[in-house]
């Protein structure tokens, strides 16, 4: 079956401090991947996202995610957090069957506090 | 800029009781989406609906009832609400050409069944 696992529900950083956010996909296939992030009281937002090509990914907000296949991970970093990056922040992957429009399916979330 | 739009924000409903959560978008997406979030459950997939006239469930549909009413509304209707549909619901959106399109989302839409 597929799936998607964040191991760490809550990490705690300081401010300035480097993060990164783990997350594992479990697929038969080439899986696509994204990383959202929802601040609180807010939709989610999109922060990057890995289809092919280059495995290390830029994205929004200073974030970038790396790719490794050997390992089945997509992990989420950032060189130096700031109190606004406090959130929560999903994995999720779907696989691509050549059309359909099947919905992401999403890992449970890490939970981003930020210490001065 | 409006993306995606859910009404209402915020529901109170008592157990039994009916009522349908209201999506539109604005981007001329093929395929919209039901998800809800729940506490250490992440978000996961109601139903969906790949284009107009088509829907399909997802991982949870049950005690759910959809509508593609054209193609910018997706409703989620719950026709005899239980606690257990206590959660915050979202709706999102996708161009649907194929599945490696950006999800969009909405704000969500908090219900309380008592």
């Known amino acids: 079956a597929q799936s998607v696992t964040q191991p760490d529900i809550h990490i705690t950083v300081s401010e300035g401090a480097s993060l990164e956010l783990r997350c594992n996909y479990s697929?038969?296939?080439?899986?696509?991947l994204f990383w959202y992030v929802q601040s609180p009281g807010q939709g989610l937002q999109l922060l990057l996202k890995?289809?092919?090509?280059?495995?290390l990914v830029q994205g929004i907000k200073g974030f970038e995610a790396e790719f490794k296949r050997s390992q089945s991970s997509f992990n989420l970093r950032k060189p130096s957090v700031h109190w606004s990056d406090a959130a929560e922040y999903f994995c999720?992957?779907?696989?691509?069957?050549?059309?359909?429009?099947?919905?992401?399916?999403f890992g449970k979330g890490t939970h981003l506090i930020i210490q001065p | 800029n409006a993306g995606v739009t859910q009404t209402p924000k915020f529901q109170v409903l008592k157990t039994g009781q009916s009522m349908t959560l209201q999506c539109a978008q604005d981007?001329?997406?093929?395929?919209m989406y039901w998800y809800r979030q729940d506490p250490g459950m992440g978000l996961r997939l109601i139903y969906y609906s790949a284009s107009e006239g088509t829907t399909d469930k997802g991982e949870v549909p049950n005690g759910y009832n959809v509508s593609r009413l054209n193609k910018r509304e997706f409703s989620l209707r719950l026709e005899s609400a239980a606690p257990s549909q206590t959660s915050v619901y979202f709706c999102?959106?996708?161009?649907?050409?194929?599945?490696?399109?950006?999800?969009?989302f909405g704000e969500g839409s908090r219900l309380t069944v008592l």
């Open positions: 697929y038969g296939a080439t899986p696509y």
């Open positions: 890995y289809f092919s090509g280059d495995t």
């Open positions: 999720a992957a779907t696989f691509y069957s050549g059309g359909g429009a099947d919905g992401l399916t």
């Open positions: 999102a959106s996708r161009t649907g050409i194929t599945n490696t399109g950006e999800l969009f």
């Open positions: 981007m001329n997406h093929n395929s």
